[in-house]
């Protein structure tokens, strides 16, 4: 500033005015930029903020959704545990999921069956080719396999069951299948012993000479 010119404006003030303007005009660009500085500063910081409550509530709806989808689960699984039939469900012929009663009939652990092919539970590959045929006969129509046969258990022994399978989703094939074992053991060796006794009643009246009525 060259204050010895005698048409400068600081010229008509004191000394301390002269100072407080001078000082005042070397401050003020300088205080400028600070609040332009603090000011960015501040709108960086509220929107941090604003992301952080952003993700904070994506994060506590994620949360609540999680607990949704595992209260479903838990509630699914404990009506699948209690249901009398063995149900799994198989993508190209393995077990990818399957219920307690399942691996009780199959005689398998619930760990063991997973990933596992269902030849384990089929007593011969030809019986195991011939229910893959008519599967991928019935499943692209939307038909349904039920059957009453023999499946082999873990320890050899051969069970009966009425096993009735769909395909998920009839137009492809990959999304699997579901399938529901029944065991029918205990109705087949029902129906034998009845079989039996009437066998054994037709031969002791075919074996005695006389007529005779038996009145109830």
């Not at 600070?34 to 904070?56: N, P, T, W």
């Not at 709806?61 to 404990?78: F, I, K, M």
Request: hydrophobic letters at 40%; aromatic letters at 6%.
């Amino acid at each position: 500033l060259n204050l010895s010119s005698p048409g400068h404006p600081l010229l008509h003030y004191s000394d301390f005015d002269r100072t407080r303007l001078i000082v005042v005009g070397i401050v003020a660009p300088a205080m400028a930029v600070l609040v332009g500085i603090l000011k960015r500063r501040a709108d960086a910081y509220h929107e941090r903020a604003r992301a952080a409550l952003v993700r904070e509530a994506a994060l506590e709806a994620c949360r609540d959704a999680a607990g949704q989808v595992e209260s479903a689960l838990a509630e699914r699984d404990a009506i699948l545990r209690t249901v009398p039939f063995g149900i799994s469900l198989l993508r190209d012929r393995k077990h990818v999921w399957v219920n307690h009663a399942y691996a009780e009939i199959s005689g398998f652990g619930t760990d063991e069956l997973m990933g596992r092919s269902t030849r384990c539970m089929v007593a011969s590959q030809e019986e195991h080719d011939r229910l893959g045929r008519e599967g991928q006969a019935k499943f692209p129509l939307g038909e349904q396999c039920r059957e009453e046969r023999q499946l082999i258990r873990k320890d050899g022994e051969l069970r009966w069951v009425r096993a009735t399978g769909r395909a998920i989703d009839p137009s492809d094939p990959t999304k699997g299948s579901i399938w529901v074992l029944e065991d029918i053991a205990e109705q087949k060796r029902t129906a034998a012993a009845l079989r039996e006794s009437a066998e054994a009643f037709r031969l002791i009246a075919e074996s005695i000479s006389e007529v005779f009525w038996i009145i109830d």
